[in-house]
């Protein structure tokens, strides 16, 4: 029987399509300097953020667990340190830029056993209830249809497994929210401009932003999709939201 293709889903499809190319050439342009941003941008305290994440799987000498936009590798590392000479991390980005840096990074920061994979987060390259812990970090603002990444995501879970997105946040603290909302959309892209050179791909960062459900809308989605244990963690005022569920 052949199924009718609706004009919305064309429109749906082809947008996604579009989002996706366009995030997938931006961060290909940027991947060598990406680690650098993310120190100008956070003020070096993404690293703190992405041990958070870490702490938050509970992870396991022997389990094994995979880092979804994984971009150079950072929270991979910062698993990989839980599941011990036993355990197994994948990393999986589809950008094959940032995975060849986080691939030259493997190589010089450890023997253990970490795979770093092409793949995108709507369409996990791997099967059902594979994995203990599934993190992602700044990934869930790039993809066109969050809830379908989120049951993406849920899918190569394990039952009892941990989930973890690391992302921006909305701040709602007075006073603070302005300061921090004038430096987003008008200090941010012009340093990052300063030293990259490329304005469009930061500028699609506070852009980014625009749509995001953030902090209230993620738990919703996360316990739409069946989710236990929905908790939300803001740092920096709420500029960094992380989410941490339970399947």
């Known amino acids: 029987m052949k199924m009718k293709v609706t004009t919305k889903e064309v429109e749906v499809n082809s947008e996604t399509r579009e989002k996706a190319s366009y995030v997938h050439e ?3 342009g940027i991947a060598k300097r990406y680690d650098f941003f993310n120190d100008v941008i956070s003020l070096g305290m993404h690293k703190k953020w992405k041990r958070f994440v870490a702490e938050k799987t509970v992870l396991k000498e022997g389990d094994i667990a995979l880092d979804l936009c994984t971009g150079t590798g950072d929270i991979a590392f910062e698993l990989l340190k839980k599941v011990g000479d036993s355990g197994k991390v994948y990393g999986v980005d589809f950008v094959q830029n940032m995975l060849d840096v986080a691939n030259v990074r493997a190589k010089k920061e450890t023997t253990r056993d970490i795979t770093f994979k ?23 603002r790039n993809v066109k249809d969050i809830p379908l990444a989120i049951e993406e995501i849920k899918r190569v879970t394990k039952k009892g497994g941990r989930i973890i997105s690391l992302d921006l946040g909305k701040p709602t603290i007075p006073v603070y929210k302005d300061f921090y909302y004038f430096y987003f959309y008008r200090i941010m892209p012009i340093i990052t401009n300063i030293f990259q050179g490329k304005k469009d791909a930061y ?4 852009n980014s932003l625009d749509e995001y459900p953030a902090q209230k809308g993620i738990i919703k989605i996360m316990q739409n999709a069946g989710l236990k244990e929905v908790r939300c963690y803001d740092f920096a005022g709420g500029a960094t939201a992380i989410h941490v569920a339970v399947k």
């Not at 500028?203 to 506070?206: A, D, E, S, V």
């Open 203 to 206: 500028n699609y960062l506070p």
């Open 26 to 28: 931006m961060f290909s």
């Open 118 to 140: 092409l793949g995108d987060a709507m369409n996990i390259p791997f099967e059902d209830n594979t994995f203990d812990a599934v993190t992602i970090g700044y990934g869930l």
